[in-house]
């Protein structure tokens, strides 16, 4: 079964980091872009970078730069989103989504999310 | 930074209507090279994960109804619901691939009249 499995839900303090994981199944992880999407409560879709499995390269987005990490792990078929730094702002849901390897095309596969709090 | 802009924020039509949502982007998405556009549409119902509808503007993903289209180039898209379904109702979202920052629209909600 073709699949993204996330961690599970994190509570941090302001100031801590994040480390939210991406487990791919059913597929050659090395073969596909993996991207990083945020969604704060109510609020709708933010692009945080991408990772290349394959080569290890990334692409962040401007805001995220020097503050979000994107790692692989292809021994484990997974990919990592760690964020430094947390603040409040950063609550959000953070999904792993799969590029569709077609050129330009979207993301044809996502994890079901990972709910981040940053609380005091 | 390509901007994605959607109208409305959210509409209500009948069961059985057409339900239209538009999508303008700052620049133009059009890759010459190939002549396709890239943008593509998603699906999110609450509490799960956006789901992809339509690529390239106008082509659906495998599995998707066919009362989802997709239409436009350049600059201008739309996605059309042919026939309001009740398990239409989600929030629709449109996404330019044609240049990092990846960006997408702000969202349209559609619910049942």
């Known amino acids: 079964q073709v699949q993204l499995v996330q961690s599970g839900a994190e509570v941090k303090k302001p100031g801590a980091s994040v480390k939210v994981s991406c487990k791919a199944s059913?597929?050659?992880?090395?073969?596909?872009?993996m991207h990083w999407v945020r969604q704060a409560p109510g609020q709708g879709l933010e692009w945080m970078g991408w990772i290349n499995p394959h080569s290890g390269g990334t692409n962040y987005a401007q805001k995220f730069l020097g503050r979000v990490t994107l790692t692989r792990d292809t021994s484990m078929s997974t990919a990592y989103m760690e964020m430094s730094r947390l603040r409040s702002d950063d609550t959000a849901v953070y999904y792993c989504?799969?590029?569709?390897?077609?050129?330009?095309?979207?993301?044809?596969?996502w994890g079901q999310g990972t709910l981040v709090t940053v609380s005091s | 930074d390509i901007v994605m802009t959607q109208s409305p924020d959210s509409l209500a039509v009948s069961l059985g209507e057409r339900a239209t949502i538009n999508c303008k982007s700052s620049?133009?998405?059009?890759?010459?090279?190939?002549?396709?556009?890239?943008l593509a549409w998603y699906q999110q119902k609450p509490g799960q994960p956006p789901k992809l509808l339509i690529y390239?503007?106008?082509t659906r993903e495998s599995g998707v109804p066919d009362r989802f289209s997709g239409s436009g180039s350049g600059t201008d898209f739309t996605l059309t619901i042919s026939s309001l379904q009740p398990e239409d109702v989600a929030v629709y979202y449109c996404?330019?691939?044609?240049?990092?920052?990846?960006?997408f629209g702000g969202g349209t909600k559609v619910e049942i009249k």
């Open positions: 059913g597929y050659t992880f090395n073969d596909f872009y």
């Open positions: 989504a799969r590029d569709s390897g077609r050129d330009n095309s979207g993301f044809d596969l």
């Open positions: 620049q133009s998405v059009l890759y010459i090279s190939n002549n396709k556009n890239s």
């Open positions: 390239w503007a106008s």
């Open positions: 996404q330019q691939y044609y240049s990092a920052p990846l960006t």
